[in-house]
């Protein structure tokens, strides 16, 4: 008892506050706890649902425009509506008495940027087309920065030249307004002026010859017609898994989309490639403007809201309201804005947070029907590549970030909405060059590769996935796993860089 009596008083005070932090620790906690089940229960738990039913109605809205595209390619296809069939198209034949001035003077340009792989195949394609010389002007609007490749393509110009072909090299000291900035400055040129129409391919598109006698006939038997816009197949499609997925994507758009919105209301964007345009019409539209990088989709609006249905109407007033209907439900808000909010936002985010609140019930028909059937009428324009089907599902989900982050940058007008990336065209490289000269082209270092948006989409997924195996019934995971790596294998920065053999080589 004395002992015990004993002891300092500091022991006591010790323990006394021992036992009030235990106790204020625990009160803390619970208050906590309360606090979060409060804002779980009227915060959270609503706002899922409430995306959850945004996302859905979306998605009925997706479908409903994508079956109603197919409908109408399929209607296409079946009773075989060709151009030729649903407009005059005469082949063109040379005149004996006019000679040459039968054919309507037609100006080509090739805009290019650094492009040292590809632009001995852009130029030698033009210069092959199947057209009088002195009826034809080729312009290389050439806005590299590399004074090497400047010089290798100015070179491959006068080479022309002396073979006899109207070819102008026309370079700037800026790159003011990227490509529309080039191609509005070159349609200023006096030359021009005696020219008809304009044909457009980008330096990594090799026109047949044929191409200018297959369009250009359609604007001299239908005055109304403003754009002919042409279908490219893909040289490298067979190249990598990565290329066969981005066919599927772009198969869809030019037989689906493009020819469905050809067919109706006879508006589609312009590819920006591939393109033969009426220089009326240009005109008419106020030419290239450089408030956008999306130069080709903002043409060919102004064009349409200017009459150009590509058919030509007049004015503005006479434009239908039904074809602005389709302008602005069709072409911008139901492909641009809904389909890419459903992809990222729905598919990437909804669902797998879902999986934390287990009072969010999200229909059958939303999570597996309504996917199934985009996906169908997507897979079905390359039936070829049907197998890879789920590699292609989940690249669209991962660049559907991008297109997301693209959209709202365009339409809140960000920092960024007039900054232009070119992505290098490497042509036949990998067949022409060594392989170490052609991974040498790629060379970064270590942790430039990371893209760190991806690897956290990636570590978000993967959470969500791991706690819908361990704790939820809904079995999101089985798509959800698989979603994560693919976010992770992007945000890498390996894919589309890897060199077939050069590891050997390298080792060699």
């Known amino acids: 008892m004395e002992a015990h009596l004993s002891r300092p008083l500091a022991f006591y005070l010790t323990q006394a506050w021992d036992i009030c932090s235990s106790l204020s620790a625990d009160v803390g906690l619970h208050r906590i706890e309360s606090i979060w089940w409060w804002v779980r229960a009227a915060v959270l738990v609503p706002a899922v649902k409430a995306a959850v039913i945004s996302c859905l109605v979306m998605s009925v809205m997706l479908v409903v425009e994508k079956l109603s595209m197919a409908a109408v390619s399929l209607y296409v296809m079946v009773f075989r509506r060709t151009p030729e069939k649903v407009y005059r198209w005469e082949p063109l034949s040379g005149d004996v008495e006019l000679g040459s001035s039968a054919y309507p003077m037609v100006?080509?340009?090739?805009?290019?940027?650094?492009?040292?792989?590809?632009?001995?195949?852009?130029?030698?394609?033009?210069?092959?087309?199947?057209?009088?010389?002195?009826?034809?002007?080729?312009?290389?609007?050439?806005?590299?920065?590399?004074?090497?490749?400047?010089?290798?393509?100015?070179?491959?110009?006068?080479?022309?030249?002396?073979?006899?072909?109207?070819?102008?090299?026309?370079?700037?000291?800026?790159?003011?307004?990227?490509?529309?900035?080039?191609?509005?400055?070159?349609?200023?040129?006096?030359?021009?002026?005696?020219?008809?129409?304009?044909?457009?391919?980008?330096?990594?598109?090799?026109?047949?010859?044929?191409?200018?006698?297959?369009?250009?006939?359609?604007?001299?038997?239908?005055?109304?017609?403003?754009?002919?816009?042409?279908?490219?197949?893909?040289?490298?499609?067979?190249?990598?898994?990565?290329?066969?997925?981005?066919?599927?994507?772009?198969?869809?758009?030019?037989?689906?989309?493009?020819?469905?919105?050809?067919?109706?209301?006879?508006?589609?964007?312009?590819?920006?490639?591939?393109?033969?345009?009426?220089?009326?019409?240009?005109?008419?539209?106020?030419?290239?403007?450089?408030?956008?990088?999306?130069?080709?989709m903002d043409l060919a609006v102004r064009a349409t809201l200017r009459g150009w249905k590509f058919v030509y109407i007049g004015d503005l007033e006479k434009v239908s309201i039904w074809r602005k209907f389709f302008l602005v439900y069709n072409f911008f808000f139901a492909r641009r804005i809904v389909s890419y909010n459903v992809t990222f936002f729905f598919y990437c985010v909804v669902i797998p947070l879902s999986t934390f609140f287990p009072e969010v019930k999200i229909p059958t028909w939303g999570v597996v029907y309504i996917p199934t059937i985009i996906t169908i009428l997507n897979a079905a324009g390359t039936p070829s590549s049907l197998h890879l089907t789920f590699i292609w599902i989940l690249f669209e989900n991962v660049m559907s970030l991008h297109r997301c982050k693209a959209v709202y940058i365009g339409l809140f007008d960000a920092g960024r909405v007039n900054e232009w990336v070119v992505t290098e065209k490497l042509g036949n490289m990998l067949k022409t060059k060594p392989v170490v000269n052609a991974a040498r082209t790629f060379q970064k270092k270590f942790w430039e590769r990371f893209l760190f948006l991806e690897i956290a989409m990636g570590i978000f997924l993967f959470v969500c996935a791991y706690y819908d195996y361990a704790f939820s019934r809904n079995q999101y995971f089985i798509y959800i796993f698989p979603l994560s790596i693919s976010f992770f294998i992007m945000g890498s920065g390996y894919v589309g860089i890897f060199i077939p053999g050069a590891q050997q080589a390298n080792a060699v």
């Open 107 to 296: 100006l080509v340009q090739i805009p290019m940027f650094n492009e040292r792989e590809v632009y001995q195949l852009s130029i030698g394609a033009v210069c092959s087309l199947d057209w009088p010389s002195d009826r034809l002007i080729i312009q290389v609007l050439d806005d590299s920065t590399d004074a090497a490749i400047k010089d290798l393509v100015h070179k491959e110009c006068e080479r022309w030249l002396r073979k006899g072909m109207n070819i102008h090299y026309v370079s700037r000291d800026n790159r003011n307004g990227y490509k529309a900035g080039a191609l509005k400055e070159a349609m200023e040129l006096d030359y021009v002026k005696k020219c008809d129409c304009v044909a457009i391919f980008d330096a990594d598109h090799q026109p047949p010859c044929d191409f200018l006698m297959r369009t250009i006939p359609f604007f001299i038997h239908n005055p109304k017609i403003a754009l002919v816009q042409a279908r490219w197949m893909f040289v490298n499609a067979d190249e990598c898994i990565m290329t066969r997925i981005q066919e599927m994507s772009l198969n869809y758009h030019f037989k689906v989309e493009q020819q469905s919105g050809s067919s109706t209301f006879a508006f589609f964007g312009f590819n920006g490639t591939a393109g033969v345009w009426r220089i009326l019409a240009l005109q008419e539209a106020e030419g290239w403007k450089e408030r956008t990088t999306v130069e080709d």
